[in-house]
């Protein structure tokens, strides 16, 4: 929505149609709206031109903080909680689970992410019924929490790029993935499509 230099942004339901910024705060602090809005729609400024990084959770200081700025996005668009992957968070459980970021750059800026962590609860998921169960099993398998992509690079195969990459670096196949659910607006198209309505593994976050 550019008019000239202008930009015009939508409020809904008390918070910007795009990026999720509360209407409220935006109408006190436009500058920093508009300052987020930027950053959800092109990404956050990355130190590689491109490529995937994966950064662990008890890693890395500096690189975690790129995650946690590119969480910070999908939590005001949806509204998650992310303790998941959070700096308050226990290092000693992302380090049972495993808790691994994978942040993919393009053009200078990460344009994508993703949570990963290794769980042994899941189960199917019924796309007609909406339905889940879930059960122990001996083995681990890789579970998505979350997966992004800034708002102006979206329909462009830069989740489908990520999946490939995870299921790469875990090597598994399709459906051997764990998704986290509730599946979000956007996430339940995009993983029928993934998945072509085919039985899917859930689990929890
Ligand atoms: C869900 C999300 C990660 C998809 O990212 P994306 O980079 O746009 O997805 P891709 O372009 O790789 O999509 C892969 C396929 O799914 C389809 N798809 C993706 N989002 C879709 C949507 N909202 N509606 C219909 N189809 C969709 C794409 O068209 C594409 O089909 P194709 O491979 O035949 O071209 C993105 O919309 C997003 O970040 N949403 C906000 C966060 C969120 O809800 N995450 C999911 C939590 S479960
Ligand atoms: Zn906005």
């Not at 910024?21 to 729609?41: C, G, L």
């Not at 993703?114 to 099993?137: C, D, I, L, P």
Request: hydrophobic content about 35%.
């Amino acid at each position: 929505m550019l008019q000239g230099k202008q930009v015009l942004y939508k409020y809904e339901h008390g918070s910007c149609v795009e990026c999720g910024f509360s209407a409220n705060q935006a109408e006190y602090e436009p500058r920093m709206h508009r300052r987020f809005h930027e950053i959800w729609r092109l990404g956050v400024k990355a130190p590689i031109e491109s490529g995937t990084i994966l950064v662990p959770a008890w890693g890395n200081s500096r690189l975690v903080k790129y995650v946690y700025n590119m969480a910070r996005l999908a939590q005001e668009e949806n509204g998650y909680d992310f303790s998941s992957f959070s700096p308050r968070s226990d290092r000693d459980g992302w380090k049972r689970y495993k808790t691994m970021a994978f942040l993919k750059a393009m053009g200078g800026r990460f344009v994508g992410y993703a949570v990963v962590r290794m769980t042994s609860t899941f189960g199917n998921y019924n796309w007609q019924e909406g339905k889940v169960s879930y059960e122990e099993h001996n083995q681990r398998l890789p579970l998505v929490g979350m997966i992004f992509t800034c708002g102006s690079k979206r329909r462009k195969r830069i989740a489908r790029s990520m999946v490939t990459d995870i299921l790469n670096h875990y090597r598994v196949g399709l459906q051997d993935l764990v998704w986290a659910v509730p599946f979000s607006e956007d996430g339940n198209p995009f993983l029928k499509r993934l998945y072509n309505e085919e039985t899917i593994k859930v689990g929890y976050v």
